[in-house]
């Protein structure tokens, strides 16, 4: 059996032990992905909370551009280095928290390996400012870059990273790769030959030899940028292979043991339908699954009671069809029943009211359990697809986490796996 799994029925998916996930001292890296809008974010603050409640020292990586990671943990701002966040500990417990600076990763990159004229060469190019502010793909790569950074220090027995609100999850493993071969790629190499060739006798080089090529390249990209073009390629020359060795390194990383990934998904159908295509991409490409976080779900405490059964008593109440409310309840008053001590005999209109409104809080409660009835559908549709995965049910909140209480609070949902009663 797995860590951090719990086995139940067989009509139901095995239980995510979350705390036993935490509480493993080989788990090293935890990643948190999914679609967009279902609560990575959050999340893995409250992971790591948790974990630092647990006694790990936890850093957790955020790339989510709201920054409300860092109102809910009583940090000003967030930024490129990991702060402390205050009285989340118990013993030697401790969490850190940072937000990925695509561009300053990008920078600090640059200024790691290549020497001072070059590397100011670099961070100055045009072409090389458009690309480490928005190239597509670019914030996914840094990410993965920023993950080994950490992971290398070793300053925290427990990395959890919340992955970009991409428009895909699946982008957060394909962008390293697609990145890097555009840096390898036939259009760097052609952009490259100049410069290594040298000199005049490079410019004659490419003047003859790719002369068509060029012409095409400047009516579509521009002389001007053509040109920053070809010397940001010629400055980061050296640095290429790098960009694909560390990729490859992080993507290793990976895919060994002491990393957890969780997906996190709505009990919506897109959501979910988006989850199970990360999951079988992440077997696909050996990449361990600790389970699905499934946020946002709605319970109730009075379950016994059904849509059905509800709707048809709000509709008794409301029309008096199968059952003559009003006369029934004289019949009650008038078989010498007492009224309770202190209080007046509810008229006919007062009766008509407290009517009115047991109906639409018979409605209401229908109308829950038929959300819950339809989440309950869509899990099934997952779990029916993939009923290895283990699951954790986070029960809906009445409002946003907006402090370090909310964070405890998703923790503890979290651990508990079950919405019951939410």
């Known amino acids: 059996m797995?860590?951090?799994?719990?086995?139940?029925?067989?009509?139901?998916?095995?239980?995510?032990?979350?705390?036993?996930?935490?509480?493993?001292?080989?788990?090293?890296?935890?990643?948190?992905?999914?679609?967009?809008?279902?609560?990575?974010?959050?999340?893995?603050?409250?992971?790591?909370?948790?974990?630092?409640?647990?006694?790990?020292?936890?850093?957790?990586?955020?790339?989510?551009?709201?920054?409300?990671?860092?109102?809910?943990?009583?940090?000003?701002?967030?930024?490129?280095?990991?702060?402390?966040?205050?009285?989340?500990?118990?013993?030697?417990?401790?969490?850190?928290?940072?937000?990925?600076?695509?561009?300053?990763?990008?920078?600090?990159?640059?200024?790691?390996?290549?020497?001072?004229?070059?590397?100011?060469?670099?961070?100055?190019?045009?072409?090389?400012?458009?690309?480490?502010?928005?190239?597509?793909?670019?914030?996914?790569?840094?990410?993965?870059?920023?993950?080994?950074?950490?992971?290398?220090?070793?300053?925290?027995?427990?990395?959890?990273?919340?992955?970009?609100?991409?428009?895909?999850?699946?982008?957060?493993?394909?962008?390293?790769?697609?990145?890097?071969?555009?840096?390898?790629?036939?259009?760097?190499?052609?952009?490259?030959?100049?410069?290594?060739?040298?000199?005049?006798?490079?410019?004659?080089?490419?003047?003859?030899?790719?002369?068509?090529?060029?012409?095409?390249?400047?009516?579509?990209?521009?002389?001007?940028?053509?040109?920053?073009?070809q010397t940001f390629v010629a400055a980061m020359d050296t640095m290429f292979g790098g960009f694909r060795t560390r990729a490859d390194a992080t993507f290793r990383l990976l895919q060994a043991p002491g990393t957890a990934f969780l997906v996190v998904a709505a009990p919506e159908p897109d959501a979910l339908r988006e989850a199970a295509y990360f999951v079988e991409r992440l077997a696909a490409e050996s990449m361990p699954l600790a389970g699905l976080v499934l946020n946002r779900v709605h319970g109730s405490g009075a379950d016994q009671l059904s849509a059905e059964r509800a709707l048809a008593a709000a509709e008794n109440l409301e029309e008096g069809g199968i059952v003559d409310q009003e006369s029934g309840k004289a019949g009650l008053r008038d078989s010498g029943d007492a009224e309770p001590s202190g209080t007046e005999p509810l008229g006919t209109g007062d009766t008509a009211v407290v009517d009115r409104i047991t109906a639409g809080l018979l409605r209401l409660h229908a109308e829950r359990m038929q959300v819950i009835a339809r989440e309950q559908r869509t899990r099934d549709r997952f779990t029916s697809l993939h009923p290895e995965v283990a699951v954790a049910e986070v029960a809906a909140l009445p409002g946003d986490v907006h402090d370090l209480a909310g964070l405890r609070a998703i923790g503890e949902r979290l651990a508990a796996g079950v919405p019951t009663g939410a």
């Open 2 to 229: 797995s860590e951090g799994v719990d086995t139940v029925g067989m009509d139901t998916p095995p239980r995510l032990a979350v705390d036993r996930l935490l509480d493993d001292p080989e788990t090293r890296i935890i990643v948190c992905c999914g679609a967009g809008g279902v609560g990575k974010t959050t999340t893995a603050a409250a992971l790591g909370v948790r974990a630092a409640g647990r006694g790990r020292k936890a850093v957790v990586l955020t790339i989510d551009p709201a920054r409300r990671l860092a109102q809910s943990m009583g940090i000003d701002s967030l930024d490129n280095t990991p702060r402390k966040v205050g009285s989340v500990g118990a013993g030697d417990g401790e969490l850190h928290a940072m937000m990925l600076d695509m561009k300053r990763t990008f920078d600090e990159i640059v200024e790691a390996h290549a020497d001072g004229e070059r590397a100011r060469a670099i961070l100055a190019n045009p072409f090389y400012q458009s690309l480490s502010a928005g190239f597509a793909g670019t914030q996914e790569y840094m990410a993965m870059e920023k993950l080994g950074q950490l992971r290398a220090r070793d300053d925290w027995d427990l990395i959890i990273v919340d992955t970009p609100p991409s428009r895909s999850a699946l982008d957060f493993l394909d962008a390293p790769k697609r990145l890097g071969s555009f840096l390898d790629g036939k259009f760097i190499r052609v952009l490259m030959a100049p410069a290594k060739v040298g000199g005049r006798a490079g410019m004659k080089f490419l003047n003859v030899g790719m002369s068509m090529m060029t012409g095409t390249l400047s009516k579509l990209m521009g002389a001007s940028l053509l040109k920053d073009v």
